[in-house]
């Protein structure tokens, strides 16, 4: 199939969003045959999608949309004058939805996740990678992981895992950090590394979470496994855990408003993608912003994701992230389009996805915009108008 008269936003190198005015795109067996001009195009049955733009398929590559409960109380909390780190202190933030997630149901959660999980969709993401982080005791962990496998089979979508057993200490575990991180690394990781529920191991690296010591303990094993790894990092302060993810290849560090030139240098040494995650910062009201001078010095790769969370980031939109890293990180929106394609591809590890080209997987969006700077311009708009998975017409019409 030639779906044909497009404008095509390929996030190839070479020129603004890889652009290529009147082309064309051949489609075969579900992967992208053939893309350019559409006078060179193959003979071939072909759509006329009437001049449109087409990008490649959207990927949110940091969500924790699995989870019990909500956090509303907290939002009005911190409106209130009460802080993130200090309701996390008291014992709320992520330990009040771990006790909700350890109390629902595997169906409840499948459930309520499905409902975040479509907002995302209908805006033509086509990959996704959820984390666990709210269960904490290994079977709830494992719970919220066969919760994020089950999405992915139940809707057209490809779901990549995080286990992110460190995330916090559980409450079980407060007074004794070391028997925590022994049993994220004893026990939790090998579970789930044997049941194959987790294609990468994150943590959080942070003075309200886990040393930059006990986080190395968690990737030497995920290491040891054979698991890729990511890591929240320098989101609240500046701990150097960046410079260890750096060390042990991992594929991004997120969040990183704190993260200093150091940093910078070690992360372009290493090939680690840099996930910039505006909803959070925007909910968080924080000051610091991200160092994406020194990033586009360095020429690290810039990735853009809703962190769609109950505390931090409730942004049920990559759309409107996009916008966010615009307005509040200044990023072009070409950046920021490359954000939640080629690069966020990258941060997931994925070499067959994220930009328009021969050999990818026919993961693409139609959309009712003619430039691709149209898609960070406005807020709570939504110009989808058809997604294409696997080379098949998955939501509306050409
Ligand atoms: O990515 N920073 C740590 N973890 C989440 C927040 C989780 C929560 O507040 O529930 C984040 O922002
Ligand atoms: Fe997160």
């Known amino acids: 199939m030639l779906f044909s008269n497009l404008r095509l936003a390929t996030m190839t190198e070479g020129g603004p969003y890889g652009l290529i005015e009147d082309g064309a795109v051949l489609v075969k067996d579900g992967r992208i045959a053939w893309t350019g001009a559409r006078k060179e195009a193959p003979a071939a049955q072909s759509i006329d999608c009437g001049?449109?733009?087409l990008t490649p398929g959207l990927i949110d590559c940091h969500t924790h949309i699995v989870y019990g409960g909500n956090r509303a109380r907290e939002f009005e909390q911190r409106l209130n004058g009460v802080s993130y780190a200090e309701i996390?202190?008291?014992?709320?933030?992520?330990?009040?939805?771990?006790?909700?997630?350890r109390a629902a149901s595997?169906?409840?959660?499948?459930?309520?996740?499905?409902?975040?999980?479509?907002?995302?969709?209908?805006?033509?993401?086509?990959?996704?990678?959820?984390?666990?982080?709210?269960?904490?005791?290994?079977?709830?962990?494992?719970?919220m992981l066969r919760v994020a496998r089950a999405l992915g089979k139940q809707h057209p979508v490809d779901v990549v895992t995080s286990y992110l057993g460190a995330h916090t200490f559980p409450a079980e575990y407060r007074d004794d950090h070391a028997a925590y991180v022994d049993l994220v690394c004893g026990k939790a990781l090998p579970a789930v590394a044997q049941a194959?529920?987790?294609?990468?191991?994150?943590?959080?690296c942070e003075g309200i979470a886990f040393s930059v010591a006990e986080t190395e303990k968690v990737f030497a094993t995920a290491q040891k496994l054979g698991i890729p790894i990511k890591l929240h990092a320098e989101q609240l302060s500046n701990l150097g855990g960046a410079i260890l993810a750096a060390r042990y290849?991992?594929?991004?560090?997120d969040h990183i408003e704190y993260l200093d030139e150091d940093g910078v240098v070690a992360i372009a040494q290493s090939g680690t993608?840099?996930?910039?995650?505006?909803?959070?910062?925007?909910?968080?009201?924080e000051k610091q912003h991200p160092p994406v001078a020194a990033l586009r010095a360095r020429k690290v790769p810039i990735a853009i994701a809703t962190d769609l969370n109950p505390g931090s980031s409730p942004v049920h939109s990559l759309l409107a992230t996009m916008n966010m890293a615009c307005v509040l990180f200044g990023l072009t929106p070409e950046e920021a389009l490359r954000g939640v394609t080629v690069n966020a591809a990258r941060a997931l590890g994925f070499k067959d996805r994220g930009r328009i080209?021969?050999?990818?997987?026919?993961?693409?969006?139609?959309?009712?915009?003619?430039?691709?700077?149209?898609?960070?311009?406005?807020?709570?708009?939504?110009?989808?108008?058809?997604?294409?998975?696997?080379?098949?017409?998955?939501?509306?019409?050409?």
């Open 273 to 285: 993608v840099a996930v910039l995650l505006p909803g959070a910062f925007y909910y968080l009201k």
């Open 106 to 143: 595997e169906e409840e959660l499948l459930k309520s996740a499905s409902t975040r999980l479509e907002s995302l969709l209908a805006e033509g993401v086509t990959t996704i990678e959820i984390k666990s982080g709210y269960g904490l005791d290994v079977e709830t962990e494992l719970k």
């Open 51 to 53: 001049g449109r733009l």
């Open 196 to 204: 194959r529920l987790a294609d990468a191991v994150d943590a959080f």
């Open 88 to 101: 996390a202190k008291a014992g709320g933030g992520i330990l009040s939805t771990v006790r909700a997630t």
């Open 249 to 253: 290849g991992a594929l991004s560090v």
């Open 357 to 398: 080209a021969p050999g990818m997987k026919a993961d693409l969006v139609l959309w009712n915009a003619e430039r691709p700077g149209d898609l960070a311009y406005p807020l709570g708009f939504n110009p989808l108008a058809a997604v294409i998975r696997n080379g098949e017409i998955i939501r509306g019409k050409l």
